[in-house]
């Protein structure tokens, strides 16, 4: 049994998610380690969380803070940072699942690696119709330290896979509050430049994917916070010169998909052939190959 202080707050920021919430606090509840607090920040849903988790059986205990209006979801983020005062911050979306050694394999490593700021591990993508993804069962830990030159070619950071020192992401100034969908990179990147970041190779996060998602509803506002962040936080970066290419190929890859999700444009090879990466041409591939698929298939 935990007693006192926690070491660990797992932030979670609600808003309608009332579809989701049995398999989030499952996800949170089936966790091997057990030195935390769960915070859930209702973003003024329409419906209360805490009538939701009234009629939810076999819950941890949450501590719940509602808002009077609906803020930008970092915003929001930022709000519920201010007061946390944990060691670290673990962040899980509404949407996504963990697996039950995830807080407890991020936790080993970072006792030996106290130089580490944040921590994030690998993901499988699944869809909202199916069962949930097989995810690492495996006690072993491999990690990696990045360098923000190798996080920038190979940007693949799932919010509900971090792991922040609180004291770091203070340090920093918390997320950006203007940004909806980049927050979580902005962050991501701007630790890399002053601390150390590493990424534990497991597979340990589920990333759902489902229409409903901010990041599928708002892929032209995640253009607009991508080209912002070119022309603001980029270049004031350490070898920003060195991938800058890569992350206009980023944005051009964003582009691409928001066009086609909207029907504003259609599939083609010039498309293809203007992506300069290989990585997003496979994924560009890719999408045109899951959105050609039945509904109720996985990814």
């Known amino acids: 049994m935990v007693t006192g202080k926690p070491r660990v707050t797992i ?19 089936r966790q091997t380690f057990r030195d935390f607090e769960t915070l859930i920040i209702d973003n003024a849903s329409v419906v209360p969380v805490t009538q939701e988790l009234a009629q ?39 949407d996504d699942i963990w697996a039950p050694q995830k807080l407890k394999s991020q936790m080993d490593f970072l006792a030996k690696r106290e130089d580490i700021d944040l921590v994030f591990t690998g993901f499988r993508p699944f869809s909202s119709l199916t069962a949930e993804p097989r995810l690492s069962n495996s006690n072993s830990i491999r990690a990696q330290t990045l360098s923000l030159e190798e996080l920038a070619r ?11 020192r609180t004291s770091a992401l203070k340090d920093l100034g918390g997320f950006r509050a203007d940004y909806e969908i980049i927050g979580d990179f902005d962050l991501t990147m701007r630790a890399a430049e002053v601390g150390k ?29 991508m080209r912002d962040w070119e022309s603001t936080t980029g270049p004031q970066l ?21 066009g086609l ?36 298939t996985d990814l």
């Open 11 to 29: 932030l979670v920021n609600y808003l309608n998610g009332s579809k989701f919430l049995p398999s989030l606090l499952e996800s949170i509840g």
């Open 56 to 94: 939810q059986s076999q819950i941890a205990i949450v501590k719940v803070v509602r808002l009077e209006k609906t803020l930008r979801l970092y915003e929001a983020r930022n709000l519920a940072c201010k007061d946390i005062s944990t060691e670290f911050i673990a962040f899980h979306d509404v």
């Open 154 to 164: 190979s940007y693949s950071v799932p919010m509900s896979s971090l792991l922040v």
């Open 197 to 225: 970041v590493a990424k534990l190779h497991k597979r340990l996060t589920g990333v759902r994917i489902h229409k409903g998602s901010t990041g599928s509803l708002k892929r032209s506002m995640q253009v607009d916070e």
């Open 238 to 258: 350490n070898s920003w010169n060195s991938w800058k290419a890569h992350y206009q190929d980023e944005i051009e890859f964003v582009r691409l998909i928001s």
């Open 261 to 296: 999700q909207s029907g504003i444009t259609k599939p083609s090879t010039k498309h293809l052939l203007g992506l300069s990466s290989q990585r997003r041409r496979l994924a560009y591939l890719r999408f045109l190959i899951g959105s050609r698929r039945p509904k109720g």
